[in-house]
């Protein structure tokens, strides 16, 4: 039997994402969870900059933009002066692991009681598909011609596994690159936000994106390279299990 699913009113009409964006999935999840654990009402978005910040155009909550990578300092204001409010993070990996590292690192170490959305499509995506700290060994972006040389630009980062050494209270990897993994995906999303509603601390879900854009593949080519290839580098699955 077909099951019809409703958009959540979180999410708006029109978006400006590319066709096959990962962003639009991921969005729409966020606000699935929200709706489904009836916060939709008193849930606080913080966005920063690029293609990740066009959330707050879609997004019929509340909702207000940091300066690119201080979407976790914004938010940990916010949590501190209304903590009756669920309040999140939506941030690309350009603006959470280049300009924005040192941010998250001290919301982790603090173990701020909100919620990061860390979408993960591996490059700066809104000025040009540059090579970001997520970037995989090997791949061409627009400033690696030739492809990410380790020797000059170092390895690829792990954010979830290196936040997991300051003990936050959950934190996960997923991806969209299949239903399973849609599914598997908004499980954790919604782990993340329950740990916040318990005020058990920092939860953080990175999920892997496709960017047909720059990737310069199809829609369907940057999905398969996500389950392909993206994910054998970033492992899938929980690293802080809430309670751990
Ligand atoms: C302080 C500052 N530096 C640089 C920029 C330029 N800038 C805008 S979007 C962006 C890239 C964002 O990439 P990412 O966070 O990976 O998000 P995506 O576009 O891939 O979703 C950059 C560098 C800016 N807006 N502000
Ligand atoms: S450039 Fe990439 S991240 Fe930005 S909207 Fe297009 S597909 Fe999405």
Redesign the pocket.
């Known amino acids: 039997m077909a099951v019809t699913r409703v958009k959540p009113k979180l999410i708006g009409e029109n978006n400006q994402y590319c066709s096959g964006c990962g962003?639009g999935i991921l969005n729409r999840l966020v606000a699935e969870v929200l709706e489904e654990l009836g916060r939709a009402d008193d849930a606080i978005l913080v966005t920063a900059?690029?293609?990740?910040c066009m959330m707050n155009e879609l997004w019929q909550g509340d909702n207000m933009q940091a300066?690119?990578g201080r979407a976790p300092a914004s938010a940990t204001a916010i949590k501190r002066l209304r903590p009756e409010n669920i309040v999140f993070t939506y941030?690309?990996?350009?603006?959470?692991s280049s300009?924005g590292i040192a941010e998250i690192l001290h919301a982790t170490a603090r173990n701020e009681k909100f919620t990061t959305i860390f979408?993960n499509?591996g490059?700066?995506?809104?000025?040009g598909g540059q090579m970001?700290p997520t970037t995989l060994v090997g791949q061409k972006t627009t400033t690696t011609h030739f492809g990410r040389d380790p020797q000059f630009t170092g390895m690829p980062v792990k954010i979830v596994e290196l936040l997991a050494t300051l003990k936050p209270a959950y934190l996960a990897r997923g991806s969209v690159d299949s239903i399973k993994n849609i599914n598997t995906t908004k499980k954790y999303i919604r782990n993340a936000f329950e740990a916040q509603i318990d005020s058990e601390g920092f939860s953080l879900v990175e999920v892997l994106l496709p960017?047909p854009t720059n990737w310069h593949l199809t829609p369907e080519q940057a999905l398969e390279r996500v389950g392909s290839t993206v994910e054998a580098y970033y492992p899938l699955g929980e690293v802080v299990k809430r309670g751990e």
């Open positions: 962003h900059v690029g293609c990740a300066a690119h941030q690309g990996d350009g603006d959470l300009i979408a499509n490059v700066f995506g809104m000025t970001a960017c």
